[in-house]
């Protein structure tokens, strides 16, 4: 696979912040850049794009040094999550801005305009002015102009957190086709685990300016190779077993009326659709087991139960 960005050693400091990162992205990949608020995620994406000079380490494009080149100079687009669309011009100019700035001629901008539209499905918003568009429809412009331009590599900082859970879903789906269909390699930003698993090839983990794990939504949800991981990720219960620490996924503990490895009440039941969360208190922890709603139906809160812990998935926890 061809290495479409190589970021070497690359150190920003702040006064009481700071970013040191390695890691590489590949040619059409889709990489998402995963950690709390705070990590880094933003300034790393900036660093990229040439808006933050970093004070050592270096940024390849294709093979070329362009640590020192202008954000203009880059052909990368960005996509930031307030959409920062130009109030005072209509979309279709919002769209066209890149292209005009590039010199392209009136007919060209038009057809090139009307196509990504189209694409995009926005094409009836065109004469609209942006604050008369819903946030779900802002992002699609926002993506539209920054894909016009044919970037090398488009950045998005959390394109899809201001949104509703609908559109915001219905939006991931898109950018999902979007990216199969036009093989732009992306990096992606966001403090969404699932964002990022639904999303990405590959996922770097990052806290506190590190990154802490790069690997796909497997690797990072059942081999975190860190504590951080681990807990970011997903729940995890800690549990002692047979005077043992264990680490289980709640989806991985077995929920039996009639026998088990250890004996709990269950607490609280939260019904969230097809799946639902079982709190067990049992001796010594607070259990969280997570099962489909129609295996865990005939449960009731107070009740006494036993909780089980195969022997396979304990294994990658430990
Ligand atoms: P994230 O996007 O993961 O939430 P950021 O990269 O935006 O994280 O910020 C990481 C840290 O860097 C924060 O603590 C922030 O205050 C600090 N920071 C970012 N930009 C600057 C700056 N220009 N000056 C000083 N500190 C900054
Ligand atoms: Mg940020």
Do not use: C, W
């Amino acid at each position: 696979m061809k290495e479409k960005i190589v970021l070497k050693g690359l150190k920003k400091s702040y006064a009481d912040f700071s970013v040191a990162l390695s890691f590489n992205v590949y040619e059409g990949e889709f990489l998402s850049l995963l950690g709390p608020s705070g990590s880094g995620k933003t300034t790393t994406l900036h660093l990229i794009a040439g808006f933050v000079t970093p004070d050592s380490g270096s940024i390849i494009k294709d093979g070329a040094d362009i640590t020192n080149f202008p954000p203009e100079k880059r052909n990368i687009g960005i996509v930031f999550q307030d959409y920062a669309l130009f109030p005072y011009l209509n979309v279709f100019s919002n769209i066209a801005f890149g292209l005009k700035v590039k010199g392209r001629t009136n007919a060209e901008i038009r057809d090139l305009v009307e196509n990504i539209a189209r694409t995009l499905e926005i094409e009836k918003l065109l004469r609209k002015s942006p604050d008369k568009l819903s946030g779900g429809e802002k992002q699609r412009v926002a993506l539209a102009r920054a894909m016009i331009v044919k970037p090398d590599v488009l950045l998005m900082d959390e394109p899809l957190a201001s949104l509703d859970a609908k559109i915001r879903e219905r939006l991931r789906e898109d950018l999902k086709s979007f990216h199969k269909k036009f093989g732009i390699t992306i990096i992606y930003v966001t403090h969404d685990q699932t964002e990022a698993m639904y999303l990405s090839e590959r996922i770097v983990l990052l806290n506190q300016g590190r990154v802490e794990q790069i690997g796909n939504a497997i690797d990072i949800y059942y081999h975190p190779q860190t504590e951080f991981v681990r807990d970011f990720v997903g729940k995890i219960n800690h549990v002692k077993l047979k005077g043992r620490d264990v680490f289980v996924r709640p989806e991985d503990i077995g929920i039996s009326k009639m026998k088990g490895d250890i004996k709990g009440r269950i607490k609280e039941i939260f019904y969230l659709g097809g799946v639902s969360e079982v709190r067990v208190e049992t001796e010594s922890d607070a259990i969280t087991v997570v099962k489909l709603t129609k295996e865990i139906i005939d449960l009731k809160e107070g009740e006494e139960v036993y909780l089980n812990f195969g022997e396979e998935r304990k294994e990658n926890f430990k």
